[in-house]
């Protein structure tokens, strides 16, 4: 079964909408907030990004400091993608979860809560319709030209390689 792309996409759109975000970057702790999550950040062991944890009660979203921002940023989105699409589990713990929207597990299907939730967290902080914008001047894409990749990815609070799947997600390059 494919990734639920166009709900997620959906879900995006009515976010961005909702919260009046009509820029980069997107502010997901904001959003987290808003949806009733609770941001913790706190040292966790390295091979932990993130966690998500729930009950009536409560959902606590928290974030390894150990980490470099950009992978704090992508953490929080990536975990608020398990709050807004996966109501089944309690406790959610990612290990070293990769930024890729395909790697050895997502490949063979068997993760796709993963892959849902890393889809949410990059659509969420490197909107279609920003990045549409954005390069609606480049008549092409150099992933070779730091700069404009560096300048995009500091713009979204991203890291390199996260705007650059994203970009080849959205077709503006080849693999």
């Known amino acids: 079964m494919a990734i639920r792309r166009r709900k997620i ?3 995006i759109e009515e976010l961005l909408s909702t919260y009046q975000i009509e820029q980069a970057p997107v502010p ?3 959003i987290a907030k808003a949806k009733g999550a609770r941001i ?5 062991e390295d091979n932990v990004s ?3 944890y729930r009950d009536s009660a409560q959902a606590v979203i928290g974030v390894n400091t150990h980490h470099a921002p950009v992978r704090q940023n992508f953490t929080m989105a990536h975990e608020l993608g398990h709050f807004l699409l996966h109501d089944q589990e309690q406790l959610h713990i990612d290990h070293e979860f990769r930024v890729r ?3 050895d597990v997502s490949s063979q299907g068997t993760d796709e809560a ?3 939730a ?3 967290a990059a659509s969420l902080l490197i909107p279609k319709r920003f990045l549409e914008k954005d390069l609606a ?5 150099d992933m070779f030209d730091d700069y404009l990749v560096t300048d995009l990815a500091r713009k979204y609070g991203v890291s390199t390689q996260a705007l650059a799947i994203r970009m080849q997600t959205l077709g503006y390059i080849q693999e």
């Open 40 to 44: 913790f950040y706190q040292s966790l």
């Open 137 to 141: 001047s480049e008549q092409f894409v």
């Open 9 to 11: 996409e959906s879900l």
């Open 101 to 103: 929207l395909r790697d």
């Open 114 to 116: 993963e892959r849902e």
């Open 28 to 30: 997901v702790e904001q």
């Open 118 to 120: 890393n889809f949410f």
């Open 50 to 52: 993130g966690f998500l």
